[in-house]
C-alpha cells in the first residue's frame, strides 16, 4: 500500500535559522509530490511541486526552496528562517482518482 | 489570489441538523474535490465530482458539482459529532499535474 511519511511532527526554531523537513513516499514510483503551507484553520497554500526527480516547479515567492534528491523523497528547505514562515506544513503525492494523500503535516513555530 | 471561497467560514449546530456548506469561483474547474481535516492531521479525501450537474453520496454527505463547474456544495444530513472538522474544496484546471487549488476552508462543529 501507500504511504507518505513526514518529519518532524513539530518543531520550534529561532529566526535565522535553516530548516530542512523531509517527506518520503512508499510503494509508488515517480509520484506528483507537493509541498503545502497551511494558516491556522484555513485552507492550503501549494509552495512547491514536483514531476520527477530534480523537477520543481515554484508557486510563490518565498524564503523557501524545495528539492528532489530521489524518486520518492521531496525536502522543503531555507537559508534563514523568518517569523512569517511559521505555520503547518504538509507534505503530499497526487493521483487523479485518488486525489492528494497528505503526510501528517510539521507545525513549525519560528520564534 | 483566492479563486475558490468557502462558506460559511465557521458552523456551530447541534447534533440531528442539516448543514449545507458551499464553494464558489468565478472560474471553470475541469474537477472538484472535497477533503475533511482533523486537527493536526493532513486533510482526507471525500469526492471527487468532474461532470458539471454531477452528483455524489457518500453515506450521510452529498456533493453537487455545479452546471457550469464553477461551484460545488457539500450537504450533510442529520450531522453527527463525528463530522466535526474542516471541509476544504479543492478545484483543478486539468493542468496535467493534478494540480489542485484549495478554498478558504469552512470549519464545522457539531454538538452532542
Known amino acids: 500500500s501507500q504511504t507518505i511519511h513526514q518529519w518532524p511532527a513539530t518543531l520550534v526554531q529561532p529566526v535565522g535559522s535553516p530548516l530542512s523537513l523531509e517527506c518520503t513516499v512508499e510503494?509508488?514510483?515517480?509520484?506528483?509530490l507537493y509541498w503545502y503551507r497551511q494558516a491556522a484553520g484555513r485552507g492550503l497554500q501549494l509552495l512547491f511541486y514536483?514531476?520527477?526527480?530534480?523537477?520543481i516547479s515554484s508557486e510563490v515567492p518565498q524564503n523557501l526552496s524545495a528539492s528532489r534528491p530521489q524518486d520518492r523523497q521531496f525536502i522543503l528547505s531555507s537559508k534563514k528562517l523568518l517569523l512569517s514562515d511559521s505555520g503547518f506544513y504538509l507534505c503530499?503525492?497526487?493521483?487523479?482518482?485518488?486525489?492528494?494523500?497528505f503526510g501528517s503535516g510539521t507545525r513549525l513555530t519560528v520564534v | 489570489t483566492q479563486l475558490l471561497e468557502q462558506s460559511p467560514q465557521f458552523l456551530s449546530i447541534q447534533e440531528g441538523e442539516n448543514l449545507t456548506v458551499y464553494c464558489n469561483s468565478s472560474?471553470?474547474?475541469?474537477?472538484l474535490q472535497w477533503y475533511r481535516q482533523e486537527p493536526g492531521e493532513g486533510p482526507v479525501l471525500l469526492v471527487t465530482?468532474?461532470?458539471?450537474?454531477e452528483v455524489k453520496k457518500l453515506k450521510r454527505l452529498t456533493f453537487q458539482f455545479g452546471d457550469a463547474r464553477k461551484d460545488s456544495s457539500l450537504h450533510i444530513t442529520a450531522a453527527q459529532p463525528g463530522d466535526t472538522g474542516l471541509y476544504l474544496c479543492?478545484?483543478?484546471?486539468?493542468?496535467?499535474?493534478?494540480?489542485?487549488?484549495f478554498g478558504t476552508g469552512t470549519r464545522l462543529k457539531v454538538l452532542a
Open positions: 503530499a503525492w497526487m493521483t487523479e482518482r485518488r486525489g492528494y494523500t
Open positions: 510503494g509508488t514510483s515517480n509520484p506528483n
Open positions: 514536483s514531476v520527477g526527480i530534480g523537477q
Open positions: 472560474s471553470v474547474f475541469s474537477s
Open positions: 465530482v468532474v461532470t458539471g450537474g
Open positions: 479543492a478545484g483543478s484546471r486539468g493542468s496535467g499535474t493534478y494540480k489542485y487549488i
